[in-house]
């Protein structure tokens, strides 16, 4: 069992930059694929990112491509999602999910976080 707990969301201006971080408590944090979604007010949850074990493997969504990383800490259970020059477009509930299989696709991943909202103004 993985328990994932993201935070750093917030509002934030057009351009702007802002880092998510999801923390995991359990076993083997190491071998799990990490992943970030994003779910906007009335659309479905969206891939954005993920991260496989030891980072071999990394994918992005076309739309945050240049703009968003992904990077995990493994000694301290953590994953990041640094987005820079965000758009208002990028507004929405970010979350992280832990799972077994690198995939763009939400119901390959086991775990999920609470989520945490990001909001960027024009």
């Known amino acids: 069992q993985v328990q994932l707990v993201e935070s750093g969301g917030g509002l934030v201006q057009a351009l702007g930059s802002l880092r998510l971080s999801c923390v995991a408590s359990g076993r083997s944090f190491s071998s799990y694929v990490l992943g970030w979604f994003r779910q906007a007010p009335g659309k479905e949850r969206e891939f954005v990112a993920t991260?496989?074990?030891?980072?071999?493997?990394?994918y992005y969504a076309d739309s945050v491509k240049g703009r968003f990383t992904i990077s995990r800490d493994d000694a301290k259970n953590t994953v990041y999602l640094q987005m820079n020059f965000l758009k208002p477009e990028d507004t929405a509930v970010y979350f992280c999910?832990?799972?077994?299989?690198?995939?763009?696709?939400?119901?390959?991943?086991?775990?999920w976080g609470q989520g945490t909202q990001v909001t960027v103004s024009s």
């Open positions: 999910a832990a799972g077994s299989l690198i995939s763009n696709s939400d119901t390959k991943y086991d775990y």
């Open positions: 991260i496989s074990w030891r980072a071999v493997s990394i």
